[in-house]
């Protein structure tokens, strides 16, 4: 497996600590004039999603960790695993755990594409698209003529989520919605 | 990786403007004292044999009486501007590009503006106290505090720099690196330098600006070691603002034997860590047994210093181009 020397080191790139993936956040060079240089490096760990802070001197290497990003369409779930499809035309199939699929879990919808995280070949997490469209299952009646502001109910939609929305969306419409803040954004319009 | 907006400089007018500011400040200081204002080659045969220092080499091909090979942009011209103090110059002084390989970070670039300027029959504290001037009169500062090098760890580390033992020395530095074995195989300075880096210096901001002297004599470079209470200590100093270095001098070595010694004790520590050796400079070492007279010389990052000036902690800030844009 290939390695990173600290020169190397930028945001994003995934490496190899105490045996865990780790994402590189933060890479501080320092160095005194005459002296020995260090490399402040901020880490986010992949397993734990922790941060973690740690000095290498300035040469040292990290292994690479085999992390990769791919796109993938969910197909369904068996109530242990989460099934998701490449969409790069190779059709592999890749079975994710709860802990993979986390809170994303309430996102998920099946055949919209996902953002798949690869740890030596084992989904590590998934990731939703930053907006997405599903329709709302259940919430209190709307109320006519209300399409200014002043208040809003909870709609649970499709996938079970539960989100803020405005006092005028009945049963049936169509949101979109920001899966990173969880909020409402708008209608949409369906034929 | 390239944006539409890459072509840019990074530096805003303002900071390019107190630039030039700072280049016509610095040759009215220097023209009233009556310090001459010299040139010498950024592409010489000799680099610095600095364990910590590593070159930029170049390949020009022979030209007349130059027969080609391997040059060395230069991290310093300390080398030259000393044969021309063995020559007679009297007080000098050079605003200068300078290039260390694999420097790069908020507070460094491959390239920088240095300004270096020796000082015949001034001693460290003479030097010190120009020092003083020149930086606090153009950044409108008050002048340094001036604390040993033994007296800022004592402080800001709560550890004696020079009797410590070395086992306690490499605790204290894994314990701050968050790695129990990260220092067990460090020797003394190296453990030095990670204290400066990571305790000293975040101490030293919001402190205004602080010089630090007596350097350990293991971190001499090219100052003359004298003993101070059985302790070998440096005439060397640095400048601080904020934490942030400014500067590096010496009260000169200026024995061209210590000299030749020294040049052997750096090769040998770049064979135990795997480098490249540096072959010493006949030139200069001919230049100390010609005469180098007694004095001092240091050496003080202009963009650093811009970097005070404007309040910016990122030297992209300060220079129209770093490398990732040149």
């Known amino acids: ?191 | 990786m390239s944006r539409e907006s890459d072509w840019q400089p990074t530096a805003s007018w303002t900071a390019l403007r107190e630039r030039a500011g700072l280049l016509s400040y610095l040759r009215q200081f220097f023209a009233a004292r009556d310090v001459l204002e010299v040139e010498t080659p950024l592409l010489a045969r000799h680099g610095v044999s600095d364990l910590h220092l590593d070159c930029i080499m170049a390949h020009p091909g022979p030209a007349s009486d130059f027969s080609g090979g391997t040059v060395y942009l230069q991290t310093s011209p300390e080398y030259h501007m000393k044969r021309l103090l063995a020559a007679g110059s009297g007080a000098i002084y050079q605003v200068f590009r300078a290039f260390r390989d694999g420097e790069r970070g908020v507070r460094h670039n491959p390239e920088f503006s240095l300004l270096e300027w020796y000082r015949p029959d001034f001693d460290d504290r003479a030097l010190m106290d120009e020092v003083g001037e020149l930086v606090c009169g153009w950044l409108g500062v008050d002048a340094p505090a001036r604390l040993t090098y033994r007296e800022v760890f004592l402080q800001h580390v709560g550890l004696d720099p020079f009797t410590l033992p070395l086992d306690e020395l490499r605790d204290a530095v894994s314990g701050r690196a968050g790695n129990p074995v990260f220092a067990d195989n460090f020797d003394r300075d190296t453990c030095l330098d990670f204290l400066m880096t990571h305790a000293v210096e975040p101490a030293l901001v919001g402190e205004g600006a602080v010089f630090i002297h007596d350097y350990p004599a293991s971190q001499a470079a090219l100052a003359r070691t004298r003993d101070a209470g059985g302790c070998a200590v440096a005439h060397r100093f640095e400048l601080y603002l904020d934490g942030l270095e400014l500067c590096n001098g010496y009260w000169e070595l200026t024995d061209a034997a210590e000299q030749a010694r020294r040049f052997e004790a750096d090769n040998a520590l770049r064979r135990a860590h795997g480098k490249p050796e540096m072959a010493a400079d006949d030139y200069l070492l001919e230049a100390l047994r010609h005469g180098l007279p007694a004095c001092s010389g240091v050496a003080l990052g202009l963009d650093r210093l811009l970097m005070c000036k404007l309040g910016t902690r990122d030297i992209r800030d300060v220079v129209a181009f770093p490398i990732e844009r040149s």
Request: hydrophobic share 35%; with cysteine; aromatic share 10%.
């Open chain 1, 1 to 191: 497996m290939a390695s990173y020397s600290t020169n190397e080191f930028r945001g994003g790139l995934k490496v190899l600590l105490d045996g865990d993936p780790c994402v590189i956040l933060e890479n501080e060079f320092v160095k005194p004039g005459k002296g020995q240089a260090f490399n402040r490096v901020k880490l986010r760990n992949l397993m734990s999603n922790r941060v973690w802070e740690r000095t290498f001197k300035s040469g040292e290497s990290l292994e690479a960790a085999d992390v990769m990003d791919q796109e993938m369409e969910y197909l369904y779930t068996d109530g242990e695993f989460w099934h998701f499809m490449a969409t790069d035309g190779s059709f592999e199939q890749h079975p994710a755990d709860e802990k993979a699929v986390g809170d994303t879990m309430k996102w998920l919808k099946e055949q919209d594409v996902y953002t798949v995280t690869l740890y030596n070949g084992t989904p590590l997490s998934v990731t939703p698209p930053n907006f997405v469209e599903l329709e709302v299952v259940d919430t209190d009646p709307g109320m006519k003529g209300d399409t200014a502001q002043g208040g809003s109910k909870p709609a649970t939609l499709s996938t079970g989520a539960v989100v803020n929305v405005p006092l005028f969306i009945v049963i049936g419409e169509v949101l979109k919605v920001d899966t990173r803040s969880g909020e409402y954004v708008s209608r949409v319009k369906t034929n």
